[in-house]
């Protein structure tokens, strides 16, 4: 989860951090007796049971909810690779006190652009929005909140074409997409909020994929192989809610008990 401000969860009436909000899904959900394994699945093997993955240590199960999310998508530029960690960022909630009373730009137009201009425009002297359209994807509430701050600015129809700056991040050049023109642009940071791309490279070969990367289901949660399910943005490119996710987590969690039961696991 990389939004700031979670204000569409039920059951909290006022704004909550997004990392508080997941503390105390955890917190309930060790209360049931899950258990929680740190490390990263590196492998899979899913064409027999019982399956496998691999997370330092080799783990069997009889089903599996594949709930990998996904990751921020980058711009592709050398500029960015070369300056990442050094000004350019994709998390505002980590990295954004380090340009307290700076410049700094957002590049973006959907729930987390907006999201992070907002938690930026409480740290930084000004923020810039950089969107490749005339017009935000956000949901209505972000854009009328964005809008009311002063320190927030936007240019529209643009994209970066560069991040300037040799040990830091100095400043973008800018293209406007309606004229051709170059602008550059002094900043001190670049957060860049465009999208994301589903972390399902471990489960190509394994269960049946979309074109751009995302599991496909069919009655819900279901993948293409018996006893996997998906939940969450990993398989959602709709949605793309903490509410949404945590209901189709529900679903497949229930989809797995009738699927073992049917089966005597």
Not at 57 to 78: C, K, M, N
């Amino acid at each position: 989860m990389l939004t700031t401000e979670v204000e569409n969860y039920p059951g909290f009436p006022q704004p909550i951090d997004g990392p508080d909000l997941i503390s105390l899904i955890r917190k309930q959900a060790e209360r049931f007796g899950a258990e929680f394994i740190a490390g990263d699945a590196t492998e899979v093997d899913f064409t027999r049971r019982p399956f496998k993955i691999r997370a330092g240590e080799l783990y069997e199960a009889d089903a599996v909810i594949v709930a990998t999310g996904a990751s921020s998508r980058w711009l592709g530029l050398e500029s960015e690779k070369r300056l990442r960690g050094r000004g350019v960022s994709s998390c505002a909630t980590c990295d954004g006190y380090f340009f307290k009373d700076k410049d700094v730009m957002v590049v973006g137009g959907g729930d987390t652009a907006v999201e992070e201009a907002i938690f930026l425009s409480k740290i930084a002297r000004n923020v810039t929005v950089v969107h490749r359209r005339d017009m935000l994807r956000a949901a209505r509430h972000l854009q009328e909140r964005a809008f009311k701050i002063e320190k927030i600015r936007f240019l529209w129809s643009s994209v970066v074409e560069e991040i300037l700056g040799v040990d830091r991040v100095e400043g973008v050049k800018v293209k406007d997409l309606k004229t051709g023109w170059l602008n550059t642009y002094s900043c001190d940071a670049v957060f860049v909020a465009i999208g994301h791309t589903p972390n399902t490279e471990i489960f190509r070969g394994q269960i049946e994929l979309d074109d751009a990367g995302y599991v496909k289901t069919q009655a819900v949660t279901r993948t293409s192989r018996e006893g996997v399910f998906a939940a969450g943005d990993v398989a959602d490119r709709t949605y793309r809610q903490a509410v949404t996710a945590a209901g189709s987590g529900c679903q497949a969690a229930i989809d797995v008990i009738k699927y073992l039961e049917s089966t005597g696991a």
